[in-house]
């Protein structure tokens, strides 16, 4: 596997890549990677000839209040991983390289971001938007995976490309779960066992509400209010936010919804804000 | 020539060009040509195998107050002009082509767009950089050539680019002028003729500082003060500005500036607004 530094150069080889007729998939990422991660790596490996992975913590996307500077690393073992998972190339910029002195530019969006995980961290998304056009611009994939684990940024970048005119396709990747259900996630290393224990809630909640949908029962508010209740039961559980938004722009549902909706949630346990999601999709049903 | 209204087929189409290994070189405009533009699209044509024009009159760089339905057009004479100059394709969305339902995205600058001809238009510039990353993606051009008569928009271009990593060079196109020296815009059909014959005192102006620099007067008040006073005389002239700022982020000119500065000015002669601007390098002089 190559590592590769400099935007030039990153750019340099996926323009050579591209002339030799070469498909290439891409997986942008800020390491420390588990299960969730290798997984969208694989899945790009099944449809590109080669795969470009970046490992960037980008400043522009943390709070000055958040955690960058304890966001947890591990070089070594994230090659060792994306090499294992079939990655041709992993894309580790310095944030010098990514935003030299005098750079100025931002890519905001005017209605995805302004909901849910948006509400409380407005550049949040501007600074997810942003890298990853430069990313694109850089990589130049014909393609690049995105979990859906995070739904929310899975939709500002469709968003993004498509307002854009950028040319490549946005491939949603499927959430990973541990095996009690917890969304897989980097942030989960910093759960207290008891924490930890307790933050299985919210896989349980999201099959509830799936389990409602399923016996008929339609209603917006039941549902939030039966999820609602669930969580409260862990002492630990101090809810953000259990939102029912409607696809593909996230306005909010209607009291009977019809059609596709992001169920979402964040919980934080004790310091660690975990966030959760599923699709739930109304059909025609009244 | 050929014509293309939709943004999927221009890209298909350039992507093919591409394939076929052929240099595009691209010319964003606003139609209603002048020498000034044809002037750009031969300087494309010099360097490229094809060249692309992109004819679109930006509904989001004007303010609600500016002269967006009464900007001047005619579509066929652009066309004759620009198959003059060589020029192999059209491109001719439509406003919903480029901004369809839904649309949110925007790419805006922290700095360059604060000054000059931002200060009174915030939208304006953010409205352009936002533009041209469409057309850019959409075109997918190796090059695109944009005039230095609108300076300050191409450095805002030029840092676009840079800052999102595009891949395609920013190359800078002459200030074309009539023949008595009035910068060649297509707002100039407004000017009366009395405002028209008055307005060539943008152009003596700008020559009087230049001459002013050869003769070793480097002071930054001295030069404004003589332009000002110049442009005064003209009893029609409103300055909105004059100005002497550093290249490339326009930041303040020093009281004895060192380097490449933009003079830069905007006048109204009755209700046309117009822009004209020179380089002036002070190199090493004190």
Known sequence: MLVINRPTEMQAFSKAQRAA????GFVPTMGYFHEGHLTLMRQARARADLVVV?????PTQFAPTEDLSKYPRDFDRDCRMAESAGVS?????????MYPDGYQTTVSLGEIPKVLCGVNRPPHFAGVATVCAKLFNIVLPHFAVFGEKDYQQLLVIQQTVADLNMDLEIVPGPLVREPDGLAMSSRNVYLQPEERKQATVLNRSLRHAEQMLRQGIHETTKILDEVTALIRRE????????????????AAAAARPRGRHLLALAVKFGKTRLIDNTVLDFKGTT
């Open 21 to 24: 007729g070469k498909i290439i």
């Open 89 to 97: 190339v992993m894309f580790f910029p310095t944030p010098e390289d």
């Open 235 to 250: 002492p630990l559980a101090q809810i953000d936010y259990i939102e029912l938004r409607a696809l593909p722009r996230l």
């Open 54 to 58: 970046s490992l960037f913590v980008n």
